[in-house]
C-alpha cells in the first residue's frame, strides 16, 4: 500500500492502479443450498414469478454508443464485416479507437431511470431487467473486481444502483442479465488491434506529447487477452460452435472464471436482485467448469432464503436446458416459442429490434408491432410461460419515439385484456389452430419467433373458474367458433360453459353444440384491433 500511494503522489498515474482492485474473494454465502446438482435441486420456481408473466428489459451499454447494433464490441474489430466498416468510418482504426475508448465516449447524459421504469411498469412490467455486463466484459456498476465499470468509466454512474433505487420505488422486482464469461474468447479478433495492450502502454504520451485518458487502466482488465486465440478464431462465426468451450475454444484461466465469480456474487450482495440472467448454455463456464456456476447458484438461492425464513424467492435463467438442468435454474428460449405446454415454467427472451441499439432498424421502421408482441405474450403464457421483451436504448440513455408509439399501443391492449395474463395457469390445452397444428422446432437456443399468427389461432389459459381464449386476431366475420368448449371436448372434462364476455365490453351471446363455443362479435374492438379476448366462465357438468 506504500508503494501505490507513492505512486499515485509522484503522479504516475491519473486512474487508481489495478492493485487497488485487488480484494479477497468473495465467500458462497452458506444456507440451505450447497454447490452440488443434487443440493440445488431444491429451487423451486415462486410463485411471484409464476404470476407475473411480463417483463422488460433494458439491454443497454456501451455498445449502444454506435447504434450499430448486436455484437458491435466484436463486429468492430472483424474486418469483413458490416460494423468494422461502419467504425472505421465514424471513429477511425480500432486499433486506435477500440472497444476500450467507446467505453470513455459514453456519456449516458439523457438516462432518466425512474422515468423509464415507470413508463414500463405503466404498460403491465411486472418486473424489470437490467444489463449487468455483455461479452464485453464492462461492468455496468461500482464493481470492486473490475476497473472497467460504469463508475468510473464512461457515464460515470452506478447504471445498475441506479435502475435499482428506481425499481424498488416503483415496487417492480429487480433482474440483472450477466453475458461476461464469454469475453475470453469473444474479444479475441481485437488482438489484431488494441486488444493486446497492457496497462504500461497507458504510460507512453499520445503523438501529441498528451497523456492517453487510459493511463493508470489495464486493457487486460477489460479484454482479457493475455492468451493464444481459439482455433479458428478468424472464422467470424466460430464463437457460436465454440460456445460451450468446446470444438478448439482457448481454455479461460482460473483467474479470470473466479474474478467472473467474484463479480456476480459481489453484485448479488450489493443490489439484491430477484432474477439473474446467464446468457450462456446452462450458466457461466458450463463446458469446461461447472464450480463457478454452482457456486453462484448456491450463493443466490442462500441469499434469498436466508433472507425469508429459509424460502428462497428467486429465480436463474440459463439457455439450452437439459432436464437436469431444468430442475435447478429457469429455462430460457431466446427468440422463440416451444410447441407445447411445458411442466415447469420458463420464459421466452427477445427484443422489439437488435439486442443494441440499431439506427438502421429505427430508420426502417423494423421493429416488432404490438400486435406482434401481444400474440407472442399470450401464445408464451399459453405455455407456463413468461416473456422478457427489450426495448432497444440509444447510447444517450432515451428510446425512441417509434418505441414509445409502440408501447403506448400495447399498454392500450394491456389495460384493458391484462388479467387474462397476470395470475393465469396453462388450461388442459394451450390452445387451437393451424399454428398449433404445425411443428415449428426450435432451433439451438431458440430462434423459431418468427411465426405467423392469426385471428384463426386461439390460445388459453386459466384463473380459477375462467378460461381465457385469446383470438390473436379480430376476424373478419361477426362471429368466433372454438372447438375447445365443444360438448364432450375431452378439454372441458365434463364442465359446461355458463357464461362468455368480451373483456373491456362486457357479456355475449354465445350457443355451445359438438362443433364448439359459437359467440356473436360487436363491431367494436375494445383495447384495439391487436386481439380480442373472450372470458369463459366453466360450471360443472350435471
Known amino acids: 500500500m506504500r508503494n501505490i500511494i507513492a505512486a499515485v503522489a509522484a503522479g504516475l498515474c491519473t486512474l487508481a492502479p489495478a492493485a487497488l482492485w485487488a480484494r479477497a474473494d468473495e465467500p458462497v454465502e452458506q444456507g440451505p443450498f450447497a454447490p452440488t446438482w443434487e443440493s440445488l435441486e431444491q429451487w423451486e420456481c415462486p410463485e411471484w414469478f409464476r404470476d407475473a408473466k411480463f417483463g422488460i428489459w433494458a439491454h443497454w451499454g456501451p455498445q449502444c454508443q454506435a447504434e450499430a447494433g448486436d455484437w458491435y464490441a466484436r463486429g468492430m474489430y472483424l474486418a ?16 486506435l479507437f477500440g472497444m476500450k475508448d467507446l467505453c470513455h465516449a459514453w456519456k449516458a447524459e439523457r438516462w432518466e431511470p425512474e422515468a ?51 425499481c424498488k420505488k416503483l415496487g417492480l422486482p429487480l433482474g440483472v442479465s450477466i453475458h461476461g ?21 497507458g504510460y507512453t504520451p499520445n ?15 477489460l479484454y482479457a487477452q493475455a492468451h493464444e486465440r481459439s482455433a479458428g478464431w478468424e472464422d467470424g462465426g466460430s464463437i457460436h460452435r465454440q460456445w460451450d468451450w468446446q470444438n478448439g475454444a482457448s481454455q479461460p484461466s482460473q483467474a479470470y472464471k473466479v474474478k467472473l465469480q467474484n463479480r456476480v456474487l459481489q453484485l448479488i450482495n450489493a443490489y439484491d436482485p430477484q432474477m439473474l440472467y446467464f446468457d450462456d448454455t446452462v450458466f457461466p463456464f458450463w463446458g469446461c467448469d461447472d464450480s463457478v456456476g454452482l457456486n453462484i447458484l448456491a450463493h443466490f438461492y442462500n441469499h434469498s432464503a ?71 405474450l399470450v401464445d408464451v403464457v399459453s405455455k407456463n410461460g413468461c416473456l422478457l421483451l427489450s426495448i432497444p436504448m440509444r447510447g444517450e440513455g432515451t428510446i425512441d419515439e417509434r418505441e414509445v408509439a409502440m408501447l403506448g399501443e400495447l399498454k392500450a391492449w394491456m389495460d384493458v385484456n391484462g388479467e387474462s395474463i397476470f395470475g393465469t395457469r396453462p388450461w388442459t390445452t394451450f390452445g387451437e389452430g393451424p399454428l398449433a397444428e404445425k411443428s415449428n422446432p426450435l ?100
Request: net charge negative; hydrophobic share 40%.
Open 181 to 201: 464469461a464469454h469475453a475470453w474468447t469473444w474479444f479475441e479478433p481485437a488482438q489484431a488491434y488494441d486488444g493486446n495492450l497492457t496497462k504500461a502502454d
Open 306 to 376: 436466508n433472507r425469508h425464513g429459509g424460502r428462497q424467492q428467486v429465480v436463474a435463467m440459463g439457455k439450452v436446458l437439459g432436464e437436469k438442468h431444468k430442475r435447478v435454474l429457469m429455462w430460457d428460449v431466446e427468440r422463440g416459442v416451444p410447441d407445447s405446454i411445458q411442466a415447469l415454467p420458463w420464459q421466452t427472451c427477445t427484443c422489439i429490434g437488435a439486442w443494441h441499439y440499431d439506427r438502421g432498424i429505427y430508420e426502417r421502421n423494423d421493429y416488432k408491432s404490438a400486435a406482434r408482441v401481444a400474440h407472442m
Open 443 to 542: 432451433s439451438a437456443q431458440g430462434f423459431n419467433e418468427n411465426i405467423g399468427y392469426s385471428a384463426a389461432d386461439i390460445r388459453f389459459n386459466a384463473k380459477g373458474n375462467t378460461v381465457y381464449a385469446t383470438l390473436l386476431g379480430w376476424p373478419d366475420a361477426a362471429a368466433a367458433t372454438i372447438k375447445s368448449f365443444a360438448t364432450g371436448s375431452p378439454h372441458m372434462k365434463g364442465a359446461k360453459v355458463a357464461a362468455v364476455k368480451l373483456l373491456g365490453l362486457g357479456t355475449l351471446a354465445y350457443t355451445v353444440d359438438a362443433d364448439g363455443l359459437h359467440v356473436a362479435l360487436p363491431a367494436t374492438h375494445p383495447g384495439g384491433d391487436i386481439a380480442p379476448v373472450l372470458a369463459v366462465e366453466l360450471a360443472p357438468g350435471s
Open 207 to 221: 503523438a501529441d506529447g498528451t497523456e492517453k485518458w487510459w493511463r493508470g487502466l489495464d486493457p487486460q482488465e
Open 116 to 166: 423509464l421504469v415507470r413508463l414500463y411498469k405503466s404498460v403491465g412490467a411486472q418486473f424489470f431487467f437490467t444489463l449487468g455486463q455483455h461479452h464485453d466484459n464492462f461492468d455496468l456498476w461500482d464493481s470492486p473486481y473490475q476497473e472497467w465499470n460504469s463508475v468510473r468509466v464512461g457515464p460515470q454512474r452506478d447504471i445498475v444502483g441506479e435502475w435499482a433505487a428506481a
Open 80 to 95: 469483413d464485416n458490416w460494423q468494422h466498416k461502419y467504425h472505421v468510418e465514424h471513429y477511425g482504426s480500432p486499433a
